[in-house]
């Protein structure tokens, strides 16, 4: 927007939009699609399918949880079960060719379970005992707890068959779902084929797979890419990609992956955290730095140069920027100790091994201090951005802060605090205060791009990132 390129050749896919992109949003969107009366057909005989198979799988589930085996289930099952045939003569009541009914003692007819009654209860075959032929005679040798054996194992494998049949109802469902999707979908996929540029999250692109992968974008731009997992890059790919461009920097955040012995650092070789940018970086495959910072003063730069990158240079507008009021320097160290302490009631599940997190009340205050020393300064609330690496120190900072301001929260942290049980979840949406509290997150953003569009975005002057731009193999760029 900010070079010129036209809204109407722009879309955004996602929920989240400030006032000067929802216009762009997809919901938004006009298009001249029009659904076929096939399309509708479609539509309202998939919902008519899902309903019945709905109906179904409830039923399905509930006689799998609460309807116990019953008596003729288990005869059905052993009268066609090879392995298990011949129980099911042994154990039925004989049929009289004479169209006589045999009768017990009380002169009712005899149970068609009578037989299976007994051999469960470890009794022999009763009044039927005579005509058991020799070659059942075995299944009637069994003691009583082999055949409670053999009944509980063939509960378990008609347990097994209800299963079966509540996943093949559960799978029908979901293709009388999918179906009605596919369909609905035809709109926003007509929508996208329209656009030149399309904007989006990894999770949106997981969403809207098939209508990208209609789309044909033949190029994907990546920002952040060194803090993206490798499996979002490539699932975001469609068979039309000819150009992926990575924009990101492999010395700052990694991927976040939840499970630390699935990391580099934990060093058992499975390195989820390493994204396809660090790889290929990593594995000499050509790539452009961007040597010119536009964000820090020289002092801060200073700091990064010395450290990690030695030929950053500092673009002209960082250059005499006004003091900070107040400040005697831009970068302030400030040593002193006070011990931190356990938060034993808080466990930060990225940190294996770790049984809490940490906190320390002295830093708090000091922290306090400063925001209220800055505020008396001039700066706002929302100028400032309060920054922690521990969830223990993330409560204690809330706590605190939130007596003299309400402190808004990136979803992220929201969402930890929630989890940890640290904050309510009605909590999380209020929108009162400007100061900033965070650990540590991110902010992912790809591009589809056609390549006429390219040359466009490239020419920007993005702050310094590294870039690896590379022609798929077998592609005309």
Not at 115 to 129: E, N, S
Request: overall charge neutral.
């Amino acid at each position: 927007m900010d070079i010129g390129i036209d809204k109407s050749a722009m879309v955004r896919l996602g929920s989240k939009s400030t006032a000067r992109t929802e216009s762009l949003n997809i919901s938004k969107q006009s298009s001249s699609f029009k659904r076929s009366q096939a399309s509708w057909d479609i539509i309202n005989n998939s919902k008519i399918a899902a309903e019945m198979k709905k109906s179904t799988v409830s039923r399905l589930i509930d006689e799998y949880r609460n309807s116990p085996v019953s008596k003729k289930e288990l005869l059905e099952y052993l009268e066609f079960v090879d392995d298990e045939a011949h129980f099911y003569p042994a154990l039925s009541v004989p049929e009289n060719d004479d169209g006589m009914i045999p009768v017990g003692r009380d002169g009712k007819k005899i149970p068609y379970y009578y037989l299976l009654d007994r051999w469960t209860a470890g009794q022999d075959a009763g009044i039927f005992k005579v005509q058991v032929s020799s070659e059942h005679s075995q299944v009637w040798k069994m003691n009583h707890q082999s055949r409670k054996d053999c009944i509980a194992r063939w509960a378990l494998e008609l347990l097994k068959e209800r299963a079966t049949n509540v996943y093949d109802q559960v799978r029908k469902f979901d293709e009388c779902q999918e179906t009605q999707s596919n369909v609905w979908s035809e709109k926003n996929a007509a929508i996208l084929k329209e656009k030149r540029i399309i904007g989006c999250t990894t999770t949106a692109a997981a969403m809207y797979a098939k209508e990208l992968e209609g789309a044909r974008p033949g190029v994907i731009l990546v920002e952040e890419a060194g803090e993206i997992l490798e499996s979002h890059i490539l699932t975001a790919m469609t068979p039309n990609t000819k150009q992926l461009v990575l924009i990101g920097d492999h010395k700052q955040l990694r991927p976040k992956v939840n499970n630390y012995g699935l990391t580099v650092e934990k060093g058992d070789g499975y390195n989820l955290n390493v994204s396809l940018f660090e790889r290929l970086v990593l594995a000499g495959v050509p790539h452009t730095t961007l040597s010119a910072q536009h964000r820090m003063s020289p002092e801060i730069s200073a700091l990064v140069r010395h450290l990690t990158y030695p030929k950053l240079l500092d673009a002209p507008k960082t250059m005499h920027r006004p003091p900070i009021r107040g400040m005697q320097d831009r970068v302030v160290f400030f040593n002193h100790d006070h011990p931190e302490l356990e938060a034993t009631d808080i466990a930060d599940t990225r940190d294996e091994g770790s049984k809490s997190s940490k906190e320390n009340a002295f830093e708090v205050e000091m922290v306090l201090k400063c925001v209220k020393y800055l505020g008396q300064q001039g700066y706002g609330t929302d100028k400032l951005v309060v920054l922690t690496p521990y969830l223990g120190q993330l409560r204690l900072l809330l706590n605190e802060l939130r007596k003299e301001n309400d402190p808004v929260l990136n979803d992220l942290d929201s969402h930890d605090l929630i989890q940890a049980g640290l904050l309510p979840a009605a909590a999380a949406n209020i929108q009162k205060g400007r100061i900033r509290i965070s650990t540590i997150g991110k902010y992912v953003l790809l591009l589809f791009l056609t390549l006429d569009t390219l040359s466009l975005i490239m020419a920007i002057s993005f702050k310094a990132r590294l870039i690896w731009c590379r022609q798929l193999s077998g592609r005309r760029e």
